[in-house]
């Protein structure tokens, strides 16, 4: 076979003793030990492409011309069939389909970083009219000294309640100097990713006064779980708590990852909020299990008797979809009334969802990603029965809060989604036309990490930045 010969020879040509003899007669498809993606390149590609993508004996894989297509197929089916008369080999006996994936996805993430460079560093914004492609804008720092905000939302009477990780609850009367923290709220876990985590309040607040935190609840030593509650600001002081939602005992888990933790109230009360798979994937696709989901509860943390699992033996009544990775976002479609969630993938495969009651998201069944430590999850994309994401980003932009933006001061905006992303520290406008994403664009970047955006009363948006821990207003300049 042509292939096979010119894969034997340019093997002998190029890898020598590169390549484990173990690695070569390893047959297709046979899941053997995996591989750091990283160390597949260097001792099989490098040698023609370069060890910095930059083309040597064959072209460089950083510019943008793919001559056998730079879709993710196609460069899968280049490096599976080769293009021999070109004399690119034939990898399909080398490598499994996942490792090709991962292939896939490492080149994406090389040609990011090796292109780009660094990620922005850190300023401060001044108070300049900056460019957009729909509206020149300024910005405003409206709160500083804060420590890792993570949640905000509006009081009726315009001062914006905003969650600490560290476990602080603070009302802010912007633009005044930082007011004390609430005190009396609950300890909690403050371990790498987790701590206190989102803020929202009753759709009813003017007469109820709920505040709702999600926070991670410290178990026997070092395990953790998403608690919810709720409680009322009285005086300064965090009082009358009632506990809506906590995991059983068992299942405290002693990973710092993964918390999920946003929340979401929709106009009959019920409230959305979100458990990340806590870094087991597999739990992601246990029913009886809450990591991984998202979550519909009643008011008062009951479970609503139309929720998708509530008669299916063994399955937690409060679920309302599944295989979900590390859900941080989630917004209505102010048009659709849609349920939007951004998930936080692996090692690229971040996605954008339209969640719908009962189904499954594939994680980690299916993935645009791959491990942290450059090893592939799967070659599967898409699945029967799974739910793939309307769109995904390879390499990782790490996306948080979102929001579509509903105000009237930023007519060119109206409706478009908003994310803050941690990765490139930036803010990302994206247009969607159904379920397509028609357009992106970076609003801003080198501010410090994007946690979280949010509509004003005031039709301006606010966004919440960690390290340094502010808030900014983005304001119309024209
Ligand atoms: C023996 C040298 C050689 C090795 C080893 C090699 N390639 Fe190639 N590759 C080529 C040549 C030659 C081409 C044809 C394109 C050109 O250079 O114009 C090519 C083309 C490609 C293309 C398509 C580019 C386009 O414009 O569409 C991709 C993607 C690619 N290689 C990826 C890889 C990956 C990934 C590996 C390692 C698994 C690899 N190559 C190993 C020589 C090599």
Redo the contacts with the bound molecule.
Sequence with gaps: MPIVVAFVL?LGL?AGTLIEPTAMTRPPATPGPQRDVATV?AE??A???GARLEGG???T?LDD?????GDDAS?AA??REG?VA????A?GALLTAPEIRA?VYY?REARATLRAGKEPGTSTPDASVRKSERHPYRIEIVADGLTTPWGMTFLPDGRLLVSERPGIVRVLDLGTPLTPPITGTPAVWAQQDGGLLDIAIHPDYAANGWIYLAYCEPGPAPTSTTKIVRGKIRDGRWVDQQTIYQSPADLYVADNTHFGSRFLFDKAGHLFFTIGDRGTMTDAQSLGNPNGKIHRVLDDGGVPPDNPLVTTPGALGTIWSVGNRNPQGLAWHPVTGELWSTEHGPRGGDELNVIEKGLNYGWPAITYGINYDGTPITDATTAPGLESPIAYWTPSVAPSGIVFYTGDRFPGWKHDLFIAMLLGNQLRRVTVSGHTVTHQETIFKGFGRVRHVVNGPDGLLYVALNDPGRILRLVPAD
């Design positions: 340019v190029v390149y099989v590609c040698a023609c492409h004996k064959a072209q894989l011309t793919w001559t056998f297509g460069m280049t490096i293009r070109a004399g690119m080999p990898f292939m080149l």
